[in-house]
Nanobody, 116 residues
Framework: QVQLVESGGGLVQPGGSLRLSCAAS????????MSWYRQAPGKERELVATITSAGGTTNYADSVKGRFTISRDNAKNTVYLQMNSLKSEDTAVYYC?????????WGKGTLVTVSS
């Protein structure tokens, strides 16, 4: 059974940091591209960051470049999103995604709220 379980969300003040984790099971994690998406209230889900299967290449949305870092540990079947210099507009539910061709899996999300 495929599972993606996000953790690490919470309430943080503007300028603060959070580290999200996504623990994967039920599929060959090291073969999959992994991504983080987010969905703010009233908005569509958007791609935040992607990392290739071996971790050699990463891509980021312009809105988070220089502030967020995606990484993965294939030995632990886990992908991370380090979020620094958080802004109120980063408030959203953050979802973990695994993709391999036509295979696409989603976690249930973790809420990040940036507020003073």
């Amino acid at each position: 059974q495929v599972q993606l379980v996000e953790s690490g969300g919470g309430l943080v003040q503007p300028g603060g940091s959070l580290r999200l984790s996504c623990a994967a099971s039920g599929f060959t994690f090291s073969s999959y591209f992994m991504s983080w998406y987010r969905q703010a209230p009233g908005k569509e889900r958007e791609l935040v960051a992607t990392i290739t299967s071996a971790g050699g290449t990463t891509n980021y949305a312009d809105s988070v470049k220089g502030r967020f870092t995606i990484s993965r540990d294939n030995a632990k079947n886990t992908v991370y999103l380090q979020m620094n210099s958080l802004k109120s507009e980063d408030t959203a539910v953050y979802y973990c995604n695994a993709n391999y061709g036509a295979r696409n899996y989603w976690g249930k999300g973790t809420l990040v709220t940036v507020s003073s």
